[in-house]
């Protein structure tokens, strides 16, 4: 663990912290209605998919996540190169029944908004700017596992995601970070990037 925390002092201590500190003002700044279903039609997307393709995609829908007929948003989605148009248009056809009564809560959301599972969920919550929700993918799990905090898990249930979400609140609560902050500084250690 020390070699990770030593990698995420120095990257406090660089301009990433600039970049990470904006990215999170970013987040907390989306109010509007709106503004919030976007995002969570962004993470309805990110699911075994690029995010970065998925922040283009985002870019180009707009209010299309809205406005847009299942077949129009499919076709949409297909021009724009997404992997899975057909799924995934109709479970953002399917998340619009919730777009005024949204609850903000990771158990709520994966049980009530087909698509979302915990790391989407918590993708979604993060990015809206709740900073209390682990983010945990393979670059993640990949990182815990090369710093012998984890034993690389088979499958991930929602057990093992709070067990893992546990080791990331540690390592969080030694660093002075919150899970969205280190989700930003570990994503950045992995990829060299800091996307949303």
């Known amino acids: 663990m020390q070699n990770l925390l030593k990698r995420v002092e120095t990257l406090k201590q660089s301009s ?9 003002k970013e987040f907390k700044s989306l109010k509007e209605n ?18 970065e393709k998925a922040i283009v995609i ?26 899975y148009p057909n799924i995934r ?12 009564k949204l609850e903000f809560n990771r158990d709520w959301l994966v049980k009530n908004v087909k698509g979302l599972g915990m790391k989407e969920s918590s993708h979604f919550l993060r990015n809206i700017g709740y900073d209390d929700y682990a983010i ?18 088979n499958t991930i249930t929602p057990k093992k995601y709070i067990e893992i979400e546990n080791v990331l609140k540690e390592i969080g609560s030694k660093l002075c970070l919150s899970l969205a902050e280190l989700d930003l500084y570990l994503w950045y250690i992995e990829t060299g990037k800091v996307l949303k």
């Open 16 to 24: 990433v912290k600039h970049i990470i500190d904006s990215r999170l």
């Open 34 to 51: 709106r503004s919030i279903f976007n995002e969570l039609c962004f993470c309805l997307l990110t699911a075994n998919y690029s995010a």
């Open 58 to 83: 985002q870019q180009k829908i707009g209010n299309g996540f809205l406005n847009l007929s299942e077949d129009s948003l499919r076709l949409k989605l297909k021009e724009l190169g997404y992997r």
């Open 89 to 100: 248009s109709s479970y953002i056809i399917e998340a619009r029944k919730h777009y005024k």
């Open 136 to 153: 945990i993918d393979f670059h993640i799990i990949d990182l815990l596992v090369d710093n012998q905090l984890i034993t690389r898990p």
